[in-house]
């Protein structure tokens, strides 16, 4: 069964803390997407990737980096958290002509 | 630039009720249409799509058919069941920048009671 895993379902960091975000695809798909879902707002894209190595921003980007070193792995770095960047994280995968994404189950971030 | 618009929740019906979840948006070009839908404390799964006008999607008793004419994509259901109750996103292909991503819709969330 093909998936999408993030390493962690509940997070709970501190105000100023490095975070990082792991998501991991085995369907061999070159685009990967972080998105974070708030209520009202539905989904909104933080950063998508389309290759290795390869980054692009999406509409909220600021207060997070991401990293692509390996095309199965996909990681979402907080720099240095903040209380607004409390909310649920969901990592996608597609491949080239985007017949859809796969989504993993979701962090929920609380940042204290 | 593109958006969807879905009707605000919570939507309540009891089981086996006619379901609609009005969804527009505003796209250039011919974007491909998709309903996900989301379980408690899970991701997000694909639902159905279309990728063209007329197209209709279906599955799981779920359909919704691309109207490029009213510019809607519009999730339907004949009965439905306790099991449906969840938050359905719709949500459009966007290729502006040179790149494919989708853009969702704020989510309309669905309880159906006994």
């Known amino acids: 069964d093909v998936k999408v895993t993030q390493s962690s379902r509940y997070l709970v960091k501190r105000t100023g803390e490095k975070v990082f975000l792991e998501c991991v695809q085995d369907m061999d798909h070159e685009n990967m997407f972080w998105y974070r879902q708030d209520p009202g707002l539905g989904l909104r894209l933080i950063y998508f990737s389309y290759d290795v190595k390869m980054k692009e921003k999406g509409d909220i980007p600021e207060g997070y980096s991401v990293s692509r070193e390996k095309k199965e792995r996909f990681s979402l770095i907080l720099e240095s958290a903040s209380t607004n960047q409390t909310s649920m994280y969901l990592c996608a995968s597609s491949p080239p002509l985007l017949s859809g994404y796969t989504f993993g189950s979701g962090t929920r971030l609380t940042v204290v | 630039g593109n958006s969807v618009t879905q009707m605000e929740g919570p939507v309540t019906l009891s089981e086996e009720a006619f379901l609609t979840i009005n969804c527009t948006y505003t796209a250039t070009g011919y974007p491909s249409l998709f309903w996900y839908v989301q379980y408690p404390g899970e991701g997000l799964q694909l639902l159905l799509k279309a990728t063209k006008a007329d197209d209709k999607g279906s599955n799981k008793g779920f359909e919704a058919t691309y109207r490029k004419e009213t510019t809607s994509f519009h999730l339907e259901k004949g009965s439905v069941q306790v099991s449906d109750s969840a938050v359905y996103f719709c949500?459009?292909?966007?290729?502006?920048?040179?790149?494919?991503?989708?853009?969702f819709g704020a989510g309309t969330r669905l309880a159906v009671h006994p």
């Open positions: 949500a459009l292909s966007d290729r502006s920048g040179g790149y494919n991503k989708l853009i």
